[in-house]
């Protein structure tokens, strides 16, 4: 029993001795084994890492499974992997190496990479940040040569205080610069800076290592975009050691970034986004270059008011950017933007259009001839040759400073010039002549300074408020006012009045209509008693002359009978004519009114003997209206019968003077 606690006792001694010893080490499949030496070698002269097996950390890991080792020569110290999740990226900080060079500010990357420390550091691995990240994946890293920063959690081995503080500000500087993620640049929006951006938007790189710009250099060029030269070729930023040897230089890159996925070391570069630059239909794009070589002139002559370069030199390109989108780094240029449409500057200070070019003018202050002081409002209508429109912002810069310095001034005093040989009243009422001469004559002064004049506008001439002209240019233009105000009343009343005979004749047409039956029977009833009255005329005359013939006969034949038989047969003839001549001139004329007289009382008398009509009323009507009825009639029949008894007077006098004629 003694013996086999003995024996125990003697395992576990054992086992303690082999473990405290690390003659036998056990490494788990998901950590590494970093070695260090602790004696039975030399001592580093410098440096970190024993690339010659000295006395310190060794330049090879291991990996999971038993390691043996001579007892209490090397100790292990056991560390996890190093993983970076998808979409993030590593950093490293070398501990171990060579200086950095002035003005270097990360370490340069050496063939065999990171994981053999050894090829590192022979091959010429600096120490400090590296150029070299790592993407997605674990990786089985030696942690006492390198401190890996991800976005959770720093990697390495027995840091000091020092180097725990630099690595904690590594951290810090590309937490804000949003380094542990990759670049991301959509359509829609960007992303790469902590915040989605707006649409269409470019990344503009700015490098923080390598040689300095060259003097009078802003934007360092483009270089290294052949993807044929591989030695050369940097992919955007993301192969800073190509950038480097394709010649790039720190600073802001005239290269930008457009839409996809970058992988760009946060401590190399760092990237800014801008709006694309957009040309609308409508405008072209004047690029003025602040980069690039000095180019030759191609502005032509005659022109002395600056120079036009190709596309590839500093200044003002040639040729402008058309309508469209455009990946244009606003760093290393502007774009001009020069409508091409027509559009109108106007001389008023209550409408501004929305291009404001026109934001500053007013209305042109006029003297007249007639000392008056109006004010005139003014339209323009101007278009620009989109191939002149690198002249144009050559000379004058842009479209509002050619406005402000050179069109107001110039259309402001030519039409001071036409104020002062007119009138008030000649500048309102040739309004229309006024503008078609300005038209004209201002065509050539536009035409000077690159720009195509379309239409001269003018409006009403007014006095400004508060002033005593201005009050008196209102009264003159009240009374043009009321003297035509008075003119229309004219014409108004003269068509009022036309109206009115107008309906005068046309309700003397329509009374016409309504009684034109009444009126034809009339005139037919006229006829009719005419023809009638002829015919009896005729026929008496007719009887005159047959008996005239036959009374002539017969005093021929009784001539010898003796000339007074004659002479009393021919009195009987004209008696007789006589009588027949009467009869007829009584049918018309006064002789038709007795006819009728004569008619009615016939008829009345026959009423009053057929109805046995007592002519002295039995009884007699009171009231006054019922006397003057009975009175009225008594004196109708009794003017009848007064008439009657003068016809029959008459007729009896006829009757007699031809029975005597007869009795002759």
Not at 160 to 173: L, N
Not at 209 to 234: C, S, W, Y
Not at 244 to 259: D, K, M, S
Not at 441 to 451: K, T
Request: glycine share 10%; aromatic share 6%; with cysteine.
């Amino acid at each position: 029993m003694t013996w086999l606690i003995v024996t125990a006792v003697a395992v576990l001694i054992l086992a303690l001795l082999v473990y405290a010893s690390n003659a036998i080490v056990y490494i788990p499949n998901d950590r590494v084994g970093i070695v260090e030496r602790l004696w039975g070698a030399a001592s580093l002269d410098q440096g970190l890492i024993a690339l010659n097996s000295e006395v310190g950390y060794q330049p090879r890991v291991l990996r999971g499974g038993l390691h043996y080792f001579f007892p209490f020569q090397y100790r292990v110290h056991k560390q996890d992997l190093v993983t970076i999740p998808q979409g993030e990226i590593g950093y490293l900080f070398a501990r171990d190496g060579k200086d950095l060079v002035d003005g270097q500010a990360l370490g340069r990357s050496v063939d065999g990479g990171i994981v053999d420390v050894a090829s590192f550091l022979r091959g010429g691995g600096q120490k400090g940040p590296q150029r070299t990240i790592l993407r997605e994946g674990t990786y089985a890293l030696n942690l006492a040569q390198f401190a890996v920063i991800t976005a959770n959690r720093v990697h390495g081995l027995l840091l000091s205080r020092e180097e725990a503080d630099t690595i904690e500000h590594m951290g810090a500087m590309l937490s804000d610069r949003r380094g542990f993620w990759p670049v991301v640049i959509v359509s829609g929006h960007a992303r790469g800076t902590g915040e989605d951006m707006a649409n269409d938007m470019l990344g503009v790189v700015t490098v923080h290592d390598g040689p300095v710009l060259p003097p009078d250099e802003i934007v360092a060029p483009r270089v290294g975009q052949d993807p044929t030269n591989v030695a050369t070729f940097h992919n955007n930023f993301q192969n800073i050691d190509a950038f480097l040897r394709a010649g790039g230089n720190r600073g802001r890159q005239h290269q930008v970034l457009v839409e996809g996925t970058y992988y760009i070391n946060r401590l190399f570069a760092t990237v800014d986004f801008i709006p694309k630059t957009v040309v609308p239909v409508g405008f072209v794009g004047v690029v003025v270059s602040y980069i690039g070589k000095v180019g030759a002139d191609r502005s032509g002559e005659g022109y002395s008011h600056g120079e036009l370069v190709d596309s590839d030199c500093r200044g003002v390109w040639k040729e402008p950017l058309l309508p469209g989108k455009y990946a244009f780094n606003t760093y290393a240029g502007k774009v001009q933007l020069v409508p091409t449409t027509n559009f109108i500057l106007k001389w008023t200070p209550e409408v501004t259009n929305i291009h404001r070019y026109d934001e500053d003018l007013t209305e042109v202050s006029l003297i007249t001839k007639d000392a008056f002081e109006p004010l005139l409002p003014l339209s323009v209508v101007v278009h620009i040759d989109y191939r002149k429109a690198p002249l144009v912002v050559q000379r004058f810069g842009d479209i509002k400073r050619l406005v402000d310095q050179t069109l107001d001034p110039m259309v402001s005093a030519y039409f001071k010039n036409i104020g002062q040989t007119k009138t008030l009243i000649q500048l309102i009422q040739d309004r229309a002549a006024i503008q078609r001469l300005a038209g004209s004559e201002m065509m050539a002064r536009f035409a000077a300074y690159n720009l195509e004049l379309q239409e001269v506008l003018i409006g009403t001439p007014h006095g400004s408020a508060g002033n005593a002209s201005g009050a008196r240019i209102d009264t003159i233009l009240n009374q043009l006012r009321d003297r035509q105000v008075a003119i229309e009343q004219v014409s108004t009343y003269e068509l009022q009045e036309q109206s009115a005979m107008k309906e005068r004749s046309l309700r003397e047409a329509r009374a016409k209509t309504d009684i034109q039956a009444e009126l034809t029977n009339s005139v037919i009833q006229v006829e009719i008693k005419k023809n009638v009255g002829e015919a009896s005329v005729v026929e008496a005359n007719k009887r005159a002359e047959v008996i005239g013939i036959d009374a002539d006969a017969e005093r021929r034949r009784l001539s010898a009978e003796g000339d007074g038989r004659a002479s009393a047969i021919a009195a009987v003839g004209k008696a007789e004519a006589a009588a027949i001549q009467a009869k007829s001139q009584a049918l018309t004329g006064e002789g038709a009114r007795l006819q009728l007289i004569n008619t009615l009382g016939t008829q009345f008398a026959e009423a009053i003997r057929d109805g046995k009509i007592a002519i002295v009323p039995k009884i007699a009507l009171g009231g006054e209206n019922g006397g003057q009825g009975l009175g009225s009639l008594i004196q109708l029949a009794s003017s009848l019968l007064a008439e009657r008894a003068d016809a029959g007077l008459l007729e009896e006098g006829v009757g007699s003077a031809t029975e005597s004629t007869e009795r002759a």
